[in-house]
Each structure stands twice: as C-alpha cells, then as structure tokens.
C-alpha cells in the first residue's frame, strides 16, 4: 500500500492517521495503489478541505475545538481561525491540481491539529465508525501493538492537565501491530522501547480509538 505522508501537509496525522486505516480495511488495502503523488496529496488535501467547510458550517463547537488545539501549538499558528485554515487549505490543494512535483505545497509550518472530539466528527463524516477503548496510557512498542486497527493519540504527561490532555500527534495501528507514522511502516515489538526515536515530549500514551 501507498503511505500518505503527513510531513507534506504539515501537521495533519490526525487526518492521514484515519485514512489510512480506513483504507486498509478495504479492497486488502491497495486503495491507494497506482495513485502518483499528486493524486494522493490532492485526494488528502481536498478530503481535510470539505470537512473543515463542514465542520465551520454544521458543527462549530468542534471547529473552535480545533482552531484552539491548533493555536496551542503556537509560532505560525497561534493566530489561527477557522477562516484562515480553511484559505490556506485551499490554495494548497489549487496548487496541488497544477502539478507540484513532489514539492511541499504548504506554507511553513501549516497543519490542523486534531482533538480527539474533531477526530470523531470526522471519522463519522467519512462514513466510518470508532469506539474509544480504555489504555493503561504507556507508551512503548509492547503496550501499542495490543492496539490493532487503531488510531492512537500520544502526548506529554507534563501537560496532562490542560485542557487537551497534552495530545500532540497520532499514529495509526494496523491488524498485524505495525505502526503507519510519517510515512512509514514500523513493526511494532514485544519490548518496553518508544514507538520511535526522538520527539521526547511524546512519552504517553493519550487516546486509543479503534475503528470499525
């Protein structure tokens, strides 16, 4: 299968998290296959588009859920509205249609980061469904491949008591206990190791929504 990287649009692995499981459950997962680049960014692109146009017109208690996630990750996002998200969203995809050539269409630093309530609402809107399952909220290889076709937020245990729970970034865990990250595939072992490398305020596991 084709990976969506979510380094292209920035900050997005909410989005890039659910369709990837999605698409895994169906058609054995070649969904994506034969699809270039372009095509894939662009059927992205437009699928985080219309549901940002959803949620700012049907539900806006998720869309100012979402902008206030996304302005706690500050910098070049801590000004952010619904509106601007969903401008810079389309110039984006616009640019994408013409042909980018593997090039980052987005501004530096663009993303929309996801609550776990604005992840349901999409993972409803796309017709799918999720339930969320009770964790131990340990983050290691051991403790997240348990978590099969499952969307897994993690987060920073020092900011567990503010209002997002520390949430800073999902994965996707598909049936064979492999995660889907930043473009890549990574099987996931029986030992107490991070899920990946780096990224030291990644240290707890925050939410776990599995899908179907």
Request: glycine share 12%; with cysteine; proline share 1%.
């Amino acid at each position: 299968m084709q990976l969506l990287g979510q380094n292209y649009w920035g900050g997005v692995c909410g989005f890039v998290s659910v369709i990837h499981g999605i698409l895994l459950s169906k058609d054995d997962g070649n969904a994506l296959d034969g699809l270039s680049r372009n095509e894939l960014e662009y059927n992205l692109g437009s699928s985080i588009l219309e549901f940002l146009k959803f949620v700012r017109g049907n539900r806006p208690a998720v869309a100012a859920e979402l902008v206030s996630f996304t302005q706690t990750f500050g910098g070049v996002h801590a000004n952010k509205t619904i509106d601007s998200l969903i401008q810079e969203c389309q110039r984006a995809v616009e640019s994408i249609k013409g042909g980018t050539n593997g090039a980052k269409a987005t501004e530096s630093g663009w993303g929309v980061a996801m609550t776990k309530n604005a992840l349901l609402e999409y993972i409803k809107w796309i017709g799918a469904s999720a339930t969320e399952v009770q964790h131990n909220g340990v983050w290691t290889q051991q403790n997240l491949r348990s978590f099969k076709k499952c969307v897994c937020g993690v987060g920073d245990s020092a900011q567990k008591d503010t209002p997002f729970l520390g949430l800073r970034h999902w994965v996707y865990i598909n049936e064979a206990g492999e995660m889907y990250n930043w473009g890549a595939k990574t099987k996931m072992n029986n030992s107490a190791e991070r899920p990946y490398q780096g990224m030291a305020h990644h240290n707890y596991l925050v939410h776990v929504l599995k899908l179907g």
